[in-house]
């Protein structure tokens, strides 16, 4: 065999500027010894994940490389490389010497012969470059006396003919030329493993080190950004583990119904015997429905807490993942979960978004994820003593097969709640804050139709800390009306800049509306009436109902137009029609909405007669000369509108006025104060807010810039 296999296992070169290609396996021919057997070794490469770092160790090699390539003339630069060659890949040193085109010295001759050596390649038999062939003979033996063992020995005696007869310098042929070729010189090929087993150790140890420091960095960047839990079998932190929920019933007001209706769900977590020893089941899912903010959380917590029964929450958005499948599996662990803690409660809060209903064109993860909710819930396992319940906005939404009998049988609607049960809400969260005596939680009930539980715990809670601000003692009735017009209409922007001229035209604008809601019958009561900046608006007019209101008359409707109507019309009557402003688009936009509703939705129009028409816009379905009737009959119940308001405007003009100057100087005007202006001309007792006919703000920063309507506002008065 032969001596040197680790020397051969760092020449199995990975740098072959010359072969292209890598062979797995590559042949390194030894020049024969003495008993005149060739004996080849064949070296296994390992690759492993090595590539990275031998193109960063190979790096110098390759501008070595590029240097004498640029340079084949230069023998120095020829010889820099070749040296670098040999040292790391012997077997690419010995191709690229006898490659022709490149300019050597007689050092660079016994880098070859000791590449050779190295690669164990054979001498070729050609003629040195002029000038070198007697020290390359003289190398060739120096070189030879360099070889290590037996066959380093023969070398280092033998003259260079005889070192060309082993196939070096200047022989035509010998021995070491013929073997392989009859069975009397035979070719004996060794596999070679490339190394010991501790070279081997050693490389793996590097490999398996830089691996763990690598993905031991990677997870800690994702940890950093928050993106650790999401990784593939990672730790799932989307479902809430089950706790003992510390709410009950008494905690949840406003939905006395819906409360009813779960009530025996409590009784069976509680005592599931007293419902199966007459053979009845108690239903498996409960779904809840209503407008956001209502109590559907609370109550599933409230169920839980009442029946004292582990609970688990999680929300539909939070299933699914970049990855497929995650969220088909994150159901699974969720009834597996919940089968150790039997009885219990699972709570999906919005289910809608794994729910939905199928078509064709979702994606696959969705309806795995669906496909997976359907069978846990009513599949060939029994989940005996889980109550799912799902809470959602949509329940029109929802796949068919998820709200069946089996799944989802009971639905409970969850609506907003009535004066009554505003009423019990605002005395609930009252109960946490240091309310005044004078507070009349009737009124303020009564004042906020159509908020949910959430928007009435907001109104307290900003009137809170309103009070905490400005350093009251209790919270007033005042400071709750403040934050319920916050709400209603959004925050007081009192550092606008406000020309006189725009602050009249916006209170005559505003004056329009309160005078219609005022004066026309059927219209909701005026609320408020400002000219302060709230929003996006320079002025509102915000009315409420005297009560809940389940549906709309014909007159109610007619009177929604008129008030919507009264901004533009006011401001034609006082400016003048060439000085009407786009400050009453969205009243035109509302007044279309209500008006196309009326002919297309609630047949209110004789000449379209009783017909829904489906769509936003209401005749998506309807022929074309439908939708002319309709356009139509839409344009004439504005235009009425617009000469009723016209007329009114024009009998009430004094009162009018009273009104918008009202507002230039109290800014806000409550609706007993917009009442008593118009119908008793009675001003309010209170301190005026604004001394300077409306303008707000430091407006000398705008120069001689005057607002609209500036001289027909100057007629006006």
Known sequence: MIRND????????????????????????????????THTQIVQKRPFLSAAFAAVRDAPLK???????????????????????????????????????????????????????????????????????????????????????????????ATPQQYAQYGGLGGGGGAGSTNGTSSSRPLYVSLGEGGGWKTQAWKTGRILAVTFIFVTAFGAMLDSQGLGSRLPGSK??????????????????????????????????????????????????????????????????????????????????????????????????????????????????????????????DQSAMKMTLNEMLVQMDGFESNSGIIVIGATNFKQSLDAALTRPGRFDKIVNVPLPDVQGRKQILELYGKDTKLDEKVDISILARGTPGFSGAELYNLVNQAAVKASVEGLESITHEILEWAK????????????????????????????????????????????????????????VAQLPEGDQTSRSYKQMLAMIDVAMGGRVAEELIFGPENIT????????????????????????????YVFHSGDNGEEQSSEATRIKID??????????????TALLKDNAKQHKRLANALLEWETLTGDECRDIVKNNRKPSRAKENHRGGAKGDTSILGGLGGVGVAAAARAE
Do not use: W
Request: glycine share 10%.
């Open 6 to 37: 680790r020397r051969l296992l760092r020449s199995s070169t990975r740098y072959m500027p010359f072969l292209g290609l890598r062979r797995p396996y590559e042949p390194i021919r030894m020049p024969s010894t003495s008993t005149g057997f």
């Open 63 to 157: 501008a070595l490389e590029k240097a004498a390539n640029a340079d084949p003339g230069n023998s120095m630069k020829q010889l820099n490389f070749l040296q670098a060659l040999t040292d790391r890949y012997p077997a690419a040193a010995v191709r690229r010497f006898e490659s022709p085109g490149y300019n050597y010295c007689e050092n660079a001759f016994r880098e070859y012969v000791r590449a050779c050596e190295l690669s164990g390649a054979e001498v070729k038999n050609f003629k040195p470059p002029a000038g070198v062939a007697a020290a390359g003979e003289a190398a060739a033996v120096n070189a030879a006396a360099g070889m290590r063992g037996v066959e380093g020995a023969q070398y280092a005696h």
């Open 236 to 361: 799932d932190s989307s479902v809430q583990q089950s706790t003992s929920s510390d709410k009950r019933f008494k905690d949840v007001v406003g939905v006395d119904e819906a409360k009813n209706e779960l009530e025996e769900i409590v009784d069976y977590l509680r005592e599931p015997g007293k419902f199966t020893k007459l053979g009845g089941k108690l239903p498996r899912g409960v779904l809840l429905t209503g407008p956001p903010g209502t109590g559907k959380t609370l109550l599933a917590k409230a169920i839980a807490g009442e029946a004292g029964v582990p609970f688990f929450y999680c929300s539909g958005s939070g299933f699914e993942e970049v990855y497929v499948g995650v969220g088909a599996r994150r159901v699974r662990d969720l009834f597996e979960s919940a089968k150790k803690k039997s009885p219990c409660i699972i709570f999906i809060d919005e289910i809608d978004a794994i729910g939905g209903s199928r078509n064709l064109k």
């Open 485 to 540: 017009d916050k709400i209603l209409m959004g925050a007081e922007r009192k550092s606008a800049v406000i020309t006189a001229e725009t602050a009249k035209c916006t209170a005559y604008h505003e004056a329009g509306h309160a005078l219609c809601a005022i004066l026309v019958d059927g219209a909701d009561p005026v609320h408020k009436a400002t000219i302060m900046p709230r929003g996006q608006a320079l002025g509102l």
């Open 582 to 609: 786009s400050g009453a688009s969205s009243d035109l936009q509302q007044a279309t909405r209500v008006a196309r509703a009326m002919v297309t939705k609630y047949g209110f129009s004789r000449e379209i007669g």
């Open 632 to 645: 139509e009959e839409v344009k004439k119940i504005l235009d009425d509108s617009y000469a009723r308001v």
